[in-house]
């Protein structure tokens, strides 16, 4: 069974924080890459942080730093843990998951998705 719920979304101030969560079914949480992924009003989804099964992550350049993915074999639970929030940050963030890597492209993108939770940051 695929299922991914993702929680933990909200509207903060520049500079605060916030931790996403991402409930994984035991089926999905054994992919070998799951990430996080954002979609803001009128543009593109974007890939923000994933981590692989042996605990290898990436991130994009511009939350490098200020972001940082994990994850909880008990609970089976993939977070992000955002610091340093910035306007630019704000859109909805998707927990996604693939035994390949995850790739967004032309509208459409791989993988598995949850239903994505909101993230608001003013100046």
């Known amino acids: 069974q695929v299922q991914l719920v993702e929680s933990g979304g909200g509207s903060v101030q520049a500079g605060g924080s916030l931790r996403l969560s991402c409930a994984a079914s035991?089926?999905?949480?054994?992919?070998?890459?799951m990430g996080w992924f954002r979609q803001a009003p009128g543009k593109e989804r974007e890939g923000v942080a994933t981590?692989?099964?042996?605990?290898?992550?990436s991130y994009a350049e511009s939350v490098k730093g200020r972001f940082t993915i994990s994850k909880d074999n008990d609970k089976k639970t993939l977070y992000l843990q955002m610091n340093s929030l910035k306007p630019e940050d704000t859109a909805m963030y998707f927990c996604?998951?693939?035994?390949?890597?995850?790739?967004?492209?032309?509208?459409?993108?791989?993988?598995?998705w949850g239903q994505g939770t909101q993230v608001t940051v003013s100046s």
């Open positions: 996604a998951a693939d035994s390949v890597p995850i790739y967004c492209g032309g509208g459409s993108c791989s993988g598995y």
């Open positions: 981590i692989e099964l042996d605990g290898t992550t």
């Open positions: 035991a089926y999905t949480y054994s992919s070998v890459f």
